[in-house]
């Protein structure tokens, strides 16, 4: 019975090979989440909160919290951190990461930064065996046949700033790859987590004095042989309010709308699936909030902040 359990958790894993990373289709505006090296980059504080439920109304579908927060803390130096809880059918992965990046001036003004980011990581591995049904009642098996484990693990990254016109990056997540038997089987099940690379990269388009086109690219590889790549474009309307869809190929269709009050931001996006998972569930949703709060002494770059003082004919 343990070997046949083992052989069930080992298929699960697999199935959900191509999803290492948490999947989140609003990545645009929390950089540091695919990037450690864009830790600190912006010129405010964003503290994040972000809710996702992938595959609504499938059973054990996927569904992801967390919440992130980054700033600079000298001239040349970014920290960030996140806390995460993904679930996943039985299973769940909590964890934190915690990113330092390096920021490189290659000009005087400030407008062109290389940043080279690293991020450690721990999470842990857990199975909720209420959710596991048996052919016996109180399979021993499965009682006392798992061993919950702290993984630690690291990421890496360099990211590219221009101004707020365009940026780009390469990062690698799941560079220790520790192997460790997470269910204390008799058959060996190991942290099947993979390194896993990205390219990011996008451009703003100033359309007009009140319109942007924000536009991006995401490419994920992953050692398996996996690759996957989104497309996103969005129209936003004088920083306060948005609009756009994005590609993720062979997946899925994404619709993207916010908008901005103040210091908080918000978003809302919804998948509609292609892969023949959509027969069986109504998409994918996910929604954030986010808090931008100023950074002492350039309280008058916050875009929000910025945006209340263009009354004035004279500011800059």
């Known amino acids: 019975m343990k070997k046949l359990i083992a052989f069930i958790f080992v ?7 191509a999803q290492q990373i948490n999947l989140n289709s609003q990545y645009l505006f ?3 989440m695919v990037n450690p090296g864009a830790t600190g980059i912006k010129d405010y504080i964003p503290i994040q909160l972000n809710y996702r439920k992938q595959w609504a109304n499938f059973p054990g ?12 803390v000298a001239e040349n130096f970014g920290i960030g951190g996140s806390v995460f809880n993904d679930v996943s059918g039985p299973s769940r992965r909590t964890g934190f990461n915690f990113n330092g990046a390096y920021h490189l001036r290659l000009d005087q003004k400030r407008d062109h930064i290389l940043s080279m980011g690293l991020g450690v990581s721990l999470t842990q591995h857990l199975i909720d065996v209420n959710k596991l049904t048996t052919y016996l009642p109180d399979d021993p098996a499965v009682q006392r046949g798992y061993n919950n484990q702290m993984v630690p693990d690291a990421n890496f990254g360099v990211f590219y700033h221009y101004k707020n016109k365009a940026y780009a990056g390469l990062s690698a997540y799941n560079l220790v790859q520790l192997n ?15 390194r896993t690379y990205y390219f990011f990269g996008g451009y703003n388009f100033d359309l007009s004095e009140k319109f942007i086109l924000r536009t991006s690219t995401l490419v994920q590889g992953i050692e398996t042989g996996t690759v996957q790549f989104d497309v996103s474009a969005i129209a936003e309307f004088k920083k306060v309010v948005w609009l756009g869809g994005s590609y993720r190929h062979t997946d899925a269709v994404v619709i993207m709308a ?3 009050v103040g210091p908080f931001k918000f978003g809302y996006s919804y998948d509609y699936t292609l892969s023949d998972i959509g027969n069986y569930s109504n998409g994918s949703h996910e929604v954030f909030l986010e808090l931008q709060l100023p950074k002492s002494g350039s309280s008058a770059r916050t875009p929000w902040l910025k945006r209340n003082r263009i009354y004035s004919p004279k500011t800059k």
């Open 11 to 17: 298929g699960f894993a697999g199935a959900a090979s």
């Open 258 to 260: 916010g908008g901005q």
């Open 61 to 72: 579908s996927p569904t992801t919290q967390f919440l992130t927060c980054n700033s600079s």
């Open 180 to 194: 460790r038997d997470l269910y204390n089987f008799e058959l060996p099940f190991p942290n099947t987590l993979v």
């Open 30 to 32: 929390n950089e540091m």
